[in-house]
């Protein structure tokens, strides 16, 4: 149940493949025609192409009144080519962006932010942040699909495509700061983790929960950071001079607190600084958060509360994902040293 | 809206009225200058910023840029000169073009004291740091610029290439513990020095074990690079509006003054 409750937890706080989902994402067959768009599954014969929605009446189309038909996978067809065929989607680890160009683009996370798409290009790991109007559909891992021009338009762009199996990489400036959408977007990572960080915090200190669970959780824990070296300081009303541990010292003195369970509790609203390029060619970050810590005894009784006003380094820095054999760099948000600004009674 | 900051002019000359607050008050972490990239935000009145964003949002309302200066300062402060303030505001907010701080600007500086244990004796010292900007790669560091120790008896140079990461001072430059227990880690080449420097020896007390860092015990930021003026920013922990990086101190300052500045409280060498 614990362990259910961990997978659930860690699902939320982690969703990697999540993606925006808009009212026009469609999970069945679509066949867009001039006089609109039909849905269930299509069959093509030489002239016709009939859609049978589930439950409902076959639809019977002329071809030449198609523009474009997709399936529920994301394969799809034009009829704006001369010789329509069928593009396969037949890989479904990335979200593919198709631009007007052609052009197939692979991305980790994709979000539509008004005239903007951005996303994580899957193989740099870099966020990109490109006008709208360069994209004709997103074909999401699912094999959902959004159009982002009219079905007339998509027709005629999606001809010139032969493929989904290539990718290209978007050209972008070698740019040594962070776009406002990047900063955006690596802050929110950063937030996230740090949520995942108060979730582990609760497991470690939980004296009902397992050890081996505890472990994993300090291991968890530990992901979360850049490396094991980094630094937490640790205050407490009863003491006027705050501590410094090694992240390792911490997690695992957490275990050792007199206390029966502890509760975490973060204010809605953070601050984040302007992330700045380092000699390093990393990205630094600080977020300032404020927090109140509350400790039970076994009657579940507060023993022990504060309020903190802590900070939270960042680093972005790439990485070294291993996909099928292959190593691929890319970049991600990594929690650094842990500083307390302010403690005081609640 | 302009209530609010018309009240923070008052206060400015009047004293601090505002109390206790409960926590996770959303108006007192807006309010809060809660690091000193924030202060330099609302200093150039940038459009981002959160308290700006804040205010429109709970207020529908804009606030000037003088508004925000005015709170950026210690209102608790009861012995503010009028007439400086009032020519410092002038001087930012009516000049053309009006004056901006950048994070990467070079006539802005931390200064730490900080505590020690050399030969097991309890010891402060002062580190001034300053911002390292790289035009070409767009990279920066803070890097110690000064150094005083009145426990060694040498000059106060500081020819280390000791660099911490751009965003060290939002942790409060929680990292000088780890420079301070591997030295060589963090030092680049070092330029070489025609006197005997401080801080590389106490670098060498360290590996001697003689010396062990403690902590940073107080942090302030100085501000020289507005024409006239040099100002001074300090934390303000308390749970209120008016708290965070605030100017502590104004000092209508020309270069001359400002030179001595340099030398007698930052201790930078020209």
Redesign the interface.
């Given at each position: 149940m614990l362990c259910l409750r961990y997978l659930l937890a860690l699902f939320t706080l982690f969703p990697v493949w999540s993606y925006s989902v808009s009212e026009a994402q469609y999970l069945q067959d679509v066949a867009y025609a001039k006089d609109g768009s039909v849905e269930g599954i299509i069959e093509i014969n030489k002239d016709r192409l009939t859609v049978k929605p589930a439950g409902g009446e076959p639809a019977s189309l002329a071809r030449d009144k198609v523009y474009l038909a997709v399936k529920s996978d994301g394969s799809f067809i034009s009829f704006n080519n001369p010789a329509p065929r069928w593009i396969e989607n037949t890989t479904h680890e990335v979200h593919k962006l198709i631009t007007t160009q052609a052009l197939v683009y692979a991305a980790d996370h994709v979000d539509i932010l008004g005239d903007k798409v951005g996303f994580q290009e899957y193989y740099s790991g870099r966020y990109v942040s490109l006008p709208r109007e360069q994209f004709v559909m997103i074909i999401y891992k699912t094999g959902m699909h959004e159009l982002l021009t009219d079905p007339q338009q998509a027709a005629r762009y999606l001809a010139n495509l032969r493929t989904l199996d290539h990718f290209s990489r978007p050209e972008t400036e070698r740019k040594?700061?962070l776009s406002?959408e990047e900063q955006q977007y690596f802050s929110k990572r950063a937030l996230r983790k740090t949520e995942a960080l108060s979730f582990y915090l609760k497991v470690i200190s939980d004296k009902d929960a397992d050890v081996l669970y505890q472990d994993n959780a300090i291991q968890e824990a530990l992901k979360l950071f850049v490396d094991k070296?980094k630094?937490v300081?640790v205050s407490s009303l009863h003491r006027e001079?705050?501590i410094?541990y090694k992240i390792e010292e911490y997690l695992n003195n957490l275990r050792m607190l007199p206390y029966q369970k502890i509760e975490l509790?973060w204010?809605?609203?953070q601050?984040i600084?302007?992330?700045?390029?380092?000699?390093d060619?990393?990205y630094?970050?600080?977020?300032?958060v404020?927090q109140?810590f509350r400790a039970y005894d076994k009657d579940n009784k507060v023993t022990y509360e504060d309020?903190t006003?802590k900070?939270?380094?960042?680093?972005i820095k790439p990485f070294n994902m291993i996909v099928d054999g292959d190593s691929i760099p890319k970049w991600d948000v990594f929690l650094s040293?842990?500083?307390v600004?302010?403690t005081?009674q609640? | 809206m302009s209530r609010i900051f018309c009240t923070g002019l008052f206060l400015l000359f009047a004293g601090n009225l505002i109390g206790q607050i409960i926590?996770?008050d959303?108006e007192v972490?807006?309010y809060r200058v809660?690091?000193i990239?924030?202060f330099m935000e609302r200093f150039n009145d940038t459009d981002?910023t959160?308290i700006k964003k804040y205010i429109k949002e709970r207020y529908q309302a804009d606030i000037t840029r003088e508004e925000l200066i005015i709170n950026l300062f210690d209102l608790s402060r009861r012995d503010w000169k009028q007439e400086v303030v009032i020519r410092f505001l002038e001087d930012v907010v009516q000049a053309s073009p009006p004056p901006y701080l950048s994070?990467y600007d070079a006539d802005w500086y931390a200064l730490l004291v900080c505590e020690g244990l050399y030969h097991g004796k309890r010891v402060t010292f002062d580190l001034t740091l300053g911002v390292n900007y790289?035009e070409e790669?767009?990279?920066?560091?803070w890097m110690v610029k000064g150094f005083y120790a009145d426990f060694l008896d040498m000059p106060g140079e500081a020819p280390t290439g000791v660099?911490l990461?751009?965003?060290?001072?939002?942790?409060?430059f929680?990292?000088l513990?780890?420079i301070f227990a591997s030295p060589e880690k963090f030092m680049a080449d070092s330029p070489p020095v025609s006197q005997p420097a401080a801080l590389s020896y106490l670098m060498k007390e360290v590996a001697q074990k003689n010396f062990q860092f403690k902590?940073v015990i107080h942090i302030t930021y100085h501000f020289l690079q507005l024409t006239n003026w040099i100002m001074k920013v300090e934390?303000f922990?308390k749970?209120d509006t008016n708290a965070g990086w605030l100017i502590s101190e104004l000092l209508p300052a020309g270069q001359h003054d400002k030179e001595k500045y340099c030398l007698e409280v930052l201790h930078l060498t020209p």
């Open positions: 040594v700061k406002d070296d630094l300081e001079q705050n410094t509790l204010n809605q609203i601050y600084n302007q992330i700045k390029q380092g000699p060619g990393n630094y970050g600080t977020i300032t404020e109140v309020f006003v900070a939270i380094e960042i680093i040293n842990i500083g600004k302010q005081e609640l | 926590p996770f959303e972490f807006a809660k690091q990239d924030e981002e959160l994070f790289e790669t767009q990279a920066a560091s660099a990461n751009p965003s060290s001072h939002g942790t409060d929680i990292e513990i780890h902590h934390e922990s749970r």
